[in-house]
């Protein structure tokens, strides 16, 4: 008995674990690197733990993308860099650590070994736990494992923040990152793009991973 | 929602999905100048403004450190608008179904020629309604 249910709870665990990104069609690289085509228009490009930010979105796209664990494990050599914060959010303004930025993003820095680390502990939280965090919610199981990774300063800063975006567990990779069938759970896109040719072959190629929704009511209405 | 308008969408038309619905930037404008605010879209169909984002700027593009969507002039929005785009270029924000509905199949007539606009037409009516 104990064992089904360890195993049931892996499985579930193993659902929710995941990467996601948002985005428009001016990411249409990325579109093009699931359609095995190289692109001259590849860049960096930033994705998440967890589900895209929706309570509300605040920047909103048309296409929201899950990924699996060896969406980072695959591209070790294009990793850039990770944080638990959202670092646009502090660069911009809209977080205030109430820090000298510059240090503050120092401190959130994780490199490729730091950040593989951190997400393989959180993604082995229970369920509840995990449910916090892929829709950016603080919970106090985050602690301990944040305290092995951050400073106090950190921890306290992201404790005490309300926005989501705190909780974001960001990381960014270098243009010639892969992106494949294999690393892709999930994609939705709205019912109208299907009959485009680019979404079409990405259809073929990725059969029922491709949920359609109906555009009227943007990508939080999305079927789960 | 007075004060209220669409002044874009979350979206850069890279690809040919004409016509479908696009998600609005929506923002405020006071004494001529803009911000912009979060909404959540209900079902049945209702935009509900949550909160603004950000302060008030003088012209929509300063609103973003890099814009990668697509800016169009100021429409008036209601909490029932329906925001289509019919082409790169041409933005339909309307709350009264049949006119949404004769919109769209003026724009079909016109690409009679282009079955997949034809197709798009058709779900995107249906759309409207569901």
Known sequence: ????????????????????????????????????????????????????????PLLRGSIVIEMNISFLTDNIDSFEAGSPVDTGGIKFGFLDPK????????????????????????????????????????????KPILEKHFTNSVIEFMYNEKNP????????????????????????????????STIKNIKYKLRNKVITYNPKYGIEHRGR | MENFYVIGVYEDFKLDIFPTHTSPIIAERINGEYRRWAYRIESPYKITLTHSIGGFYKTPTSMFPYLTYNLSKPVRIRHNSQIIAI????????????????????????????????????????????
């Not at chain 1, 990467?19 to 190289?38: A, P, Q, R, Y």
């Not at chain 1, 909780?167 to 294999?182: A, D, G, I, N, V």
């Open chain 1, 1 to 56: 008995m104990g064992n089904g249910k360890n195993r049931s709870q892996k499985i579930r665990n193993h659902k929710m674990a995941i990467f996601s990104k948002v985005l428009t069609l001016n990411k249409l690289h990325m579109l093009e690197k699931i359609n095995g085509n190289l692109s001259d228009a590849s860049q960096t490009d930033y994705f998440n733990i967890g589900m895209p930010i929706e309570n509300p």
């Open chain 1, 99 to 142: 820090h000298d930025k510059e240090l503050f993003l120092q401190m959130l820095h994780c490199d490729y070994t730091k950040f593989h680390k951190l997400t393989k502990e959180l993604f082995e939280l229970p369920l509840n736990s995990l449910n916090k965090l892929v829709t950016h919610n603080a919970c106090p199981s985050f």
């Open chain 1, 165 to 196: 975006h705190a909780w974001l567990f960001e990381f960014s990779l270098r243009k010639e990152y892969k992106l494949t069938e294999k690393h892709i759970n999930k994609i939705h896109v709205p019912n109208t793009y299907l009959s485009n």
């Open chain 2, 87 to 130: 082409s790169k270029y041409a933005l339909l924000v309307e709350h009264n179904k049949t006119i949404i509905c004769l919109k769209i199949m003026k724009s079909a007539l016109k690409n009679i020629k282009n079955p997949i606009f034809i197709h798009r037409s058709y779900m995107t009516i249906k759309n409207v309604f569901s």
